[in-house]
């Protein structure tokens, strides 16, 4: 933050963001954004959930489940199946520890000191979503690099490619409302986590990130139909391999990127500027 804003007039908790101009706004997103990618310089170990996470999880299922779900001799076609699935299930797993950062940015009165400052409340809450897209990007390179090194093939365009990845991050960028929203409405990190799990667990595993859905009841199946996780990794999967249905898949999971978001935003937002 710089020192002009920083010795600026106080502001009250609630006061009125209209008159706080578009570049204000801007620069206030900027100065916190750096500083909390500086707070992920000083604690590398943040880090270590973006960086790991894909690698177990892409080794877990190519060679422990791999086998029973795409059958022996058939890694490389579950690699195609498997790795543009996973990059939905990237958004949400690091969505979580938004919530939970935001949770703790609070026990520590980190957040009530940006309430005093004459900045933007929405910034302060903007700021945390870029970061952890750049987290959530990070993730989804070495996800993909773990890909190619276990045979991933781009099927089909480079421009395919970039829009599979573009429409993950989208959708990983509105879930983060959620948990942000969460986070500002329970009292402990664990919590947090705790609530998170058993949103994330149905979600991920009642979808077609791992296998196909027709093998799975008639009632689970009918879930994973309405799952907006199964229509991102469908949506993903036709982009990366050059077939199957696109435009049906992309427009529902942009459908609900844009209503998650148009919901959650306000309200988290109206929450952190009441939040006691």
Do not use: C
């Amino acid at each position: 933050m710089s020192a002009a804003t920083m010795t600026a007039p106080l502001a009250k908790p609630g006061a009125d963001e209209g008159r706080i101009g578009i570049r204000a706004n801007l620069r206030h997103i900027g100065a916190l954004v750096r500083r909390n990618a500086l707070q992920i310089k000083q604690d590398p170990e943040s880090m270590f959930d973006a960086l790991l996470m894909p690698v177990i999880f892409i080794l877990l299922f190519v060679y422990v489940f791999g086998g029973a779900i795409a059958g022996k001799g058939n890694q490389q076609e579950y690699v195609q199946y498997l790795v543009p699935g996973m990059m939905a299930m990237m958004g949400m797993n690091i969505a979580m520890a938004v919530g939970t950062g935001v949770n703790e940015d609070f026990r520590k009165g980190v957040m009530d000191r940006f309430r005093t400052m004459p900045i933007a409340r929405s910034s302060v809450l903007i700021a945390k979503i870029v970061v952890e897209i750049g987290r959530m990007l990070i993730a989804t390179a070495i996800l993909l690099g773990m890909g190619f090194l276990l045979g991933l093939e781009i099927r089909g365009g480079i421009l395919e490619f970039l829009a599979s990845i573009v429409l993950s991050t989208v959708f990983g960028a509105a879930l983060m409302w959620i948990f942000i929203l969460l986070g500002l409405s329970v009292k402990t990190p664990q919590a947090v986590q705790g609530m998170a799990m058993l949103v994330l667990m149905p979600l991920q595993f009642g979808s077609s990130i791992f296998a196909p859905t027709q093998s799975m009841p008639g009632w689970l199946e009918g879930f994973t139909k309405v799952n907006p996780l199964s229509n991102l990794a469908d949506a993903a999967r036709a982009l990366i391999n050059g077939h199957g249905a696109v435009a049906h898949p992309a427009l529902i999971t942009l459908g609900w990127a844009v209503a998650i978001t148009a919901v959650t935003m306000p309200l988290a937002v109206a929450k952190f500027r009441n939040k006691t």
